[in-house]
């Protein structure tokens, strides 16, 4: 199962804190490859006394830029209490920066070919994938730069589905926690899966925030050309509180740039 989330919405955390225990393990998009030391430290102390303070320290969670987003700590809360494999799902640090740079050229052929992104998206797909890169970054990324940003969310997601596959023949199953634009199976993590492994099933649920005037459900349900939606489950919150456009900073920093 995939969850989906609107990163700066708590309540978007709490609803899925509630879920993680219903399976044998979780991966998260906010912990990258190169954590994994730490993880695996985690995952050698006492199974009895070992805590979410002992997590976040260990992963230096303070000194991320997803601590100041959000609390995650309802999610690290079930998770520990489970006793869940804690799964870090997010390429290294190095080949984000190096694939948003340079594209495809900074993945060894074999392994893109290895995670399914030798295989195209479609011209729609490929559209849709460079307008959300251009309005996530509230427009002031450069057009010459969608491209090389647009495969390095693809190599985000291919890289997700291979944490779930290893998982599921690990663990048996997972759940994944990652941002909406992850989770959706037009061109996120499910494509992936599907590619690779089509035998496997993976349930896409994003989560929504309610919007004035918008009462019909039917209303938030996003299709691909084809059609089809998105998901398989929607799930309704409120809107999280937020003091400003979230694009104000980064115009900002453009303008000074």
């Known amino acids: 199962m995939a969850l989906g989330e609107v990163h700066d919405n708590a309540e978007h955390h709490l609803a899925r804190a509630a879920l993680v225990s219903s399976t044998t393990a979780i991966a998260f998009e906010q912990i990258r490859a190169d954590q994994q030391p730490a993880l695996d430290a985690f995952a050698a102390l006492p199974s009895e006394t070992r805590s979410t303070a002992d997590l976040t320290r260990l992963l230096d969670w303070d000194k991320t830029a997803w ?16 006793k869940l494999p804690i799964l870090a799902a997010d390429p290294p ?39 959300e ?72 649920v994003l989560f929504v925030e309610v919007e004035d005037g918008k009462t019909d459900p039917a209303d938030y349900v996003q299709r691909d050309e084809t059609g089809r939606a998105i998901a398989d489950y929607l799930v309704f919150t409120p809107r999280a509180s937020r003091d400003k456009d979230p694009c104000e900073d980064m115009r900002a920093k453009s303008k000074k740039n």
């Open 133 to 204: 890169i251009e309005g996530s970054h509230c427009g002031v990324i450069p057009k010459s730069a969608h491209p090389n940003m647009a495969f390095a969310q693809r190599y985000r997601d291919a890289h997700m589905a291979d944490t779930l596959i290893k998982a599921a023949a690990t663990n048996g199953s997972a759940i994944l926690i990652a941002g909406n634009g992850h989770v959706r199976a037009d061109r996120g993590v499910p494509w992936y899966l599907r590619q690779r492994a089509p035998e496997k099933k993976l349930i896409s």
């Open 67 to 82: 601590s100041k987003t959000s609390n995650y700590t309802p999610l690290f809360d079930s998770a520990v209490a489970s």
């Open 93 to 131: 640090r190095d080949l984000i920066r190096a694939t948003a740079k340079t594209g495809p050229s900074a993945i060894p052929p074999e392994e893109r070919t290895r995670l399914g992104l030798d295989t195209p998206l479609s011209d729609a797909q490929n559209a849709a994938s460079l307008a």
